[in-house]
């Protein structure tokens, strides 16, 4: 007897700790596990966009383009797609007026349908029938108008005062800026792996065209490998491409809210006035 039931825990035991690596694993695959994604698009004689999202080896995978003015997307899950087309403007326009048509053939029979059924000196007698409201002074009405916005500009005034007040205070600037630092940090490890904007960009008067490239050549060491101007001095013209390429992980924005949530919990000041906003 003792042996069948040591025999039962131990198989209950090899399940537990299976169930439990399966967990495991399965929440490294989800924080390590990038989620990749890649889009183009262009504007020249039409608009054009494409794009991929994939994550687990392509195993989850979507896929969306715009062209001819229709918007295609495409779920796949291990390489069984589902695809999903929305309409054109065309149909949404053609499906708007037939709506707006069949709605006003109902107001307008709804109308007939109570001047028929109502006479017309019923309809005045009533109107003769209702007591006259007091009306109020202008003056009166105005100056209550005037007292109720100066009451909402005070009571906007002082929530800014007091956002202004506790923003000053020594304990919440340190915080802003130890989250400045780790935003900036999330921000580095997000940014995409590739970016290339390429705009083809033109005046019919040259000056301005050439006061735009003096502009942007100041903040070229900044967009330097990401952002083309080929500038065109001779007609108005506005075209270019775009390429995006990158790949996010989960594991940053986990990270980002527990160092966030220590920092708050760790800092007792801060601790103590979201505890007192919470007993109110």
Known sequence: MLHIVGMILKILGILIVVIIGIVLVLLLIILFVPVRYEARASKYEQLQAKGTISWLLSIVKVEFSYTNEKFESTFKLFGRAHKKELADDEDIEQFQEDLQKELEEELQEELQEEIDN????????????????????KKQKKSKKLKEEVK???????????????????????????????????????????????????LDD?????????????????????????????EVVLEGKFYL??????????????????????DKQIRTLIFSKIRR
């Open 245 to 266: 390429k990158g790949k996010l992980r989960m594991i940053h924005f986990v990270s980002f809210f527990v160092k966030t949530s220590i920092s708050i919990l760790l």
């Open 118 to 137: 109502e006479p017309v000196l019923e309809a005045l007698e009533i109107k003769d029938e209702k007591p006259k409201k007091s009306k109020k002074p």
């Open 152 to 202: 909402k500009q005070d009571k906007i005034i002082s929530q800014l005062k007091e956002v202004y007040n506790f923003i000053n205070q020594p304990f919440v600037k340190k915080f802003i800026k130890k989250s400045t630092s780790r935003i900036k940090h999330l921000f580095k490890r997000l940014k995409p792996k590739k970016l290339e904007l390429t705009i083809h960009f033109g």
């Open 206 to 234: 040259p000056e301005i065209v050439g006061g735009i490239l003096a502009v942007t050549s100041m903040l070229y060491p900044i967009y330097y490998g990401h952002i083309f101007l080929e500038p065109e001095f001779e």
